[in-house]
């Protein structure tokens, strides 16, 4: 290979990038100008690729965690052979139903492992995917037979590095010494804003040392000897490796480069003809040197290298037949063992819906192996070890439980890269407040639709004396705001063992709203109920009046739906036919046929009382027009439980009032 061929096909992603951000109108151009010898190394000289075969299991992961700069990704993967995106989706760039969106998505190309664009998420999912693959890496792997040996490669911008989310994963990372992972620091000087230097200043390097990672620094990206060389002792080394690169935002633009004005918009079309014109570029937009493509197309080395593992495997197949079927069914079809709900616990005590989790994780720990996951140092009030299973550490790969430490942000971020490598099924814990910081991650799980089953415990002001600061109020119609995420707030032990099983057999991410609080159970209910959503739990008819229809129904969640049972009774003392619906899931109920949406809640009865205690935005949707909604329209309070439902109206005598004031209207 000459040093003219691989000049040219760098400079073929910086034309791609330039061309398809101008024909857009939109975009940034000046990181994959900067960034595309990056590209080029590792794209084309060291990743483990397929572009036959995508989904290659041990194939090297690459994250573009500064996802603002997705045409460097674009244009890397149609250079080195993948199917998509092709020329046409280059040309289409950022247009409606184009897989070449403004931000790379996964779920629109297949080759992209995650969807990134807000800053630091990207960070945090490589760091998931390093560990994930060091989990599988220490189950499967044995003496001789490595077939989990690949390595996850980034790209990284300052403004990843400047974000929270960032730091709390590479400390977790550097802790973890997650050695499978490689980031390269795209280290120009430049944000939107202006140069760094107008609020970063820091020594990045020096940060990232402490954090016990190994670091170092090439001074100019164009040498590709020294990309080369810092990514091989990177490769070599034990600990996790960032690598400050220094790049020129928009290289080569003769009056642009260097500044910021090369970040997020087009060059323009002068500024591109006199910087083509300076890299002695004459050929049309969009065009890709015949000779340029046989080189960077990687489908031949890659099918080589894909072919060798796939030989090796056989091997180990040979060597270890279960180990095998297992590898197959968890990595390379992604199911479920066909037995594990016989392992699922009959739960009928009185106790906390958290300890009735705990006790479903610690009942299915050994059927679904893949289940792994912890706590934001919250373990013990979540209820999420697994007893026994011992912890995942930079000593011991076997572990069952992760100490993701106070780091609820990187926790979720974590567990989407651990869902998009696949092998394993994160579970992440903390106090249902704290879903604030772990929001943009879970939107992000929603968006992309990876199943992670987020364990939130202490739901509502029955947290008690802690106080407003941590009693959720705002949160659940928050969560259920998020398209494409399953809220469950179970009733008791019966809808908790429910909820697990729905959450595990769920393409997609779901959040388990968990008391402190214990909780009886509510006996006997229909099979399949949880699964649908809502469902009648109980109809109480007056003595004798068996077959009446209901005159009101009351709709309860989670710890409230005991107080609807009792006020049910006392209805029924009054002589009025009370209905009584626990509704675990709305995003689930809504999913069903409008027969059974009014065969629970018939239409025809409008007197209908929402109990929850969370702000009761939303819920006019489930009670109509002529329902009433008990619920939170305040912050809490710091005091014990029991006073605060009686002072804030969660007591059956309060909500039988309330219907009977209902009923009277």
């Known amino acids: 290979m000459s040093a003219e061929l691989a000049q040219r096909s760098i400079d073929t992603v910086r034309t791609l990038a330039m061309d398809a951000v101008q024909q857009a109108n939109s975009g940034h151009p000046g990181m994959p100008m900067g960034c595309a010898p990056m590209a080029y190394v590792l794209f084309n000289e060291v990743m483990r690729l397929d572009p036959t075969q995508v989904d290659w299991p041990d194939r090297d992961r690459f994250v573009l965690s500064a996802g ?14 993948f199917a998509r995106p092709n020329l046409d989706d280059l040309q289409h760039f950022r247009q409606w139903g184009s897989p070449t969106a403004g931000h790379p998505e996964n779920f629109l190309l297949d080759a992209v492992e995650t969807t990134t664009g807000p800053l630091g998420q990207g960070v945090a999912n490589g760091i998931g995917m390093a560990l994930a693959a060091e989990r599988l890496a220490a189950e ?85 000897d020294a990309l080369r060389a810092a990514i091989a002792a990177a490769d070599a080394d034990e600990r996790p490796s960032l690598i400050a690169v220094r790049t020129v935002i928009g290289h080569g633009a003769p009056n642009k480069a260097g500044t910021s004005k090369a970040h997020g918009s087009p060059l323009g079309p002068d500024e591109i003809a006199a910087t083509k014109q300076a890299m002695g570029w004459d050929l049309e937009p969009f065009t890709v040197p015949d000779d340029v493509r046989d080189h960077l197309d990687l489908s031949e080395r890659g099918r080589e290298r894909r072919e060798a593992w796939e030989q090796r495997f056989a091997a180990y197949r040979e060597a270890h037949p279960e180990l095998a079927d297992e590898f197959e069914r968890r990595v390379v079809r992604g199911e479920l063992p066909a037995d594990w709900t016989d392992a699922l616990p009959t739960l009928d005590d009185k106790a906390a819906t958290r300890q009735h989790s705990g006790a479903v994780i610690n009942a299915i720990a050994e059927r679904v192996p893949e289940l792994f996951g912890g706590s934001a140092d919250l373990a013990a009030s979540n209820n999420t070890d697994v007893e026994g299973g011992g912890d995942f550490s930079a000593t011991d790969r076997t572990g069952r439980n992760v100490r993701f430490g106070v780091r609820e942000h990187a926790m979720a971020s974590i567990a989407n890269g651990m869902a998009l490598h696949g092998g394993v099924i994160p579970y992440v814990a903390t106090f249902l407040i704290f879903t604030d910081y772990c929001r943009p991650a879970i939107r992000l799980s ?44 179970p009733a008791d032990g019966a809808e908790t063992v429910a909820a697990w099983k729905l959450a595990l057999e769920h393409d997609g991410p779901s959040v388990l709203a968990l008391t402190r609080q214990g909780l009886p159970p509510l006996g006997d209910r229909p099979e399949g109920a949880v699964e649908r959503g809502a469902y009648v739990l109980r109809d109480v008819h007056p003595d004798g009046d068996e077959g009446a229809d209901p005159q009101v129904v009351l709709i309860g969640t989670g710890s409230e739906v005991q107080l609807c049972l009792g006020a ?82 969660f007591t059956v005598e309060h909500v039988t009032e309330v219907a009977r004031g209902l009923l009277r209207a």
């Open 568 to 649: 049910a009774e006392q209805l029924a003392a009054d002589g009025v036919a009370a209905r009584v619906v626990s509704m675990p899931s709305w995003e689930r109920f809504a999913a069903q046929d409008q027969a059974y949406r009014d065969e629970v809640l018939p239409p025809q009865v409008r007197a209908r009382v929402a109990v929850e205690a969370a702000a009761g935005f939303g819920w006019e949707r489930w009670v109509g027009d002529a329902g009433v909604i008990v619920a939170m329209e305040r912050f809490g309070a710091s005091a014990p439980a029991e006073k605060l439902f009686e002072v804030f109206g």
């Open 68 to 81: 603002h700069g997705s045409m460097l990704l674009y244009a890397a993967l149609h250079l080195a052979g």
């Open 446 to 489: 929603a968006l992309m639709q990876q199943r992670v089953v987020y364990v939130m415990t202490h739901d509502s002001i029955g947290l008690g004396e802690d106080g407003p600061t941590h009693q959720p109020v705002e949160h659940l119609p928050a969560l259920r705001a998020i398209p494409g995420l399953t809220v469950l707030r």
């Open 140 to 224: 499967f792997n044995r003496p001789g037979h490595e077939i989990v040996d690949h390595r996850v490669y980034g790209i990284v911008s300052d403004g990843d590095l400047m974000e929270g989310v960032a730091a709390e994963a590479a400390s977790l990372a550097g802790h973890l010494r997650l050695g499978r992972l490689t980031y390269l620091y795209d280290d120009n000087a430049i944000t939107i804003d202006g140069r760094t230097e107008i609020a970063f200043t820091e020594d990045v390097l020096a940060r990232f040392d402490a954090y016990g990672w190994h670091t170092q620094r090439v001074e100019d990206v164009t040498d590709l």
